[in-house]
């Protein structure tokens, strides 16, 4: 007797991510429609990631992401986020500004 299922459960819609060289994932976006996905394929290229799309049903494992994955490359892009996942987040440039408005 096999409780393995062979059904898929129900499809949940088209999934964007971007993934390191080694194929963890960084960022993840579901598709909402062609401008949403070409703005976020955009972010993730420049941001160095390759794009994967991936079909999503319900029941699927999870998929890997960099950070719950360790990854033993120390060349792979995993290692950069890791330090920015330690770091203090001070001085990074998507950060705001802070409350420095001058009332003169
Ligand atoms: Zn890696």
Redesign the pocket.
Known sequence: MSTEKTERGKHMGRMDMGV?????IVMAAWDDGPADREAFIRKLRKAGYVHRKQERYEGDPMPEW?GNSH?D?ED????ALYRRFTAPAIGSPDEPQGDSHVLD
């Open positions: 390191t060289d080694c194929g963890l960099a990854c490359n792979c892009q995993c290692h």
